[in-house]
């Protein structure tokens, strides 16, 4: 049986597709512009998008901001609630983890949500004891 949803690695997709996806993460800001999503896409690693076989419409995203020598940053990985519980966000994270490796990144990381840690663990990641994450907001 062929599997509903279709990972893949890509140079584009629908502005308005992955632009719902943020929206349903809760990450989109009404200040953003749909046609930067193009440049998002492009200026990432990789960009992995689960899509629904059927109608071919995007069900799930992450992407890798790296600088294709040593270092990769996973983020954006948000599946669309109705599609969870199915695998999809671990394939996701499984197909941009083997593209870093197929390209020598020694330094695959991201800054987990808070109780999300068990999805992670068992894809390879853990815990980084004694680190802390930091955001940049202006410094006054």
């Avoid at 062929?2 to 809760?26: F, K, M, N, T």
């Avoid at 440049?39 to 069900?59: C, D, N, Y």
């Avoid at 799930?60 to 990985?77: E, K, N, P, T």
């Avoid at 394939?91 to 800054?111: D, F, K, M, P, Y």
Wanted: one cysteine or more.
């Amino acid at each position: 049986m062929e599997d509903p949803v279709l990972i893949q690695l890509v140079h584009s997709w629908d502005e308005e597709d992955i632009a719902g996806l943020y929206r349903a993460g809760g990450w989109w800001k009404e200040e953003y512009r749909v046609e930067d999503i193009r440049h998002l896409i492009r200026g990432s690693f990789a960009f992995a998008v689960a899509s629904e076989r059927k109608t071919g419409a995007a069900v799930g995203m992450g992407r890798v901001l790296s600088d294709g020598v040593s270092d990769g940053y996973i983020q954006d990985l948000i599946v669309l609630p109705a599609f969870r519980k199915r695998g999809i966000g671990s394939r996701i994270v499984e197909a941009l983890v083997e593209r870093c490796n197929e390209c020598g990144l020694t330094w695959i990381s991201l800054i987990a949500q808070p109780g999300t840690a068990q999805f992670y663990t068992p894809l390879g990641f853990e815990v980084m004891k004694g680190h802390i994450p930091l955001i940049y907001r202006g410094g006054e």
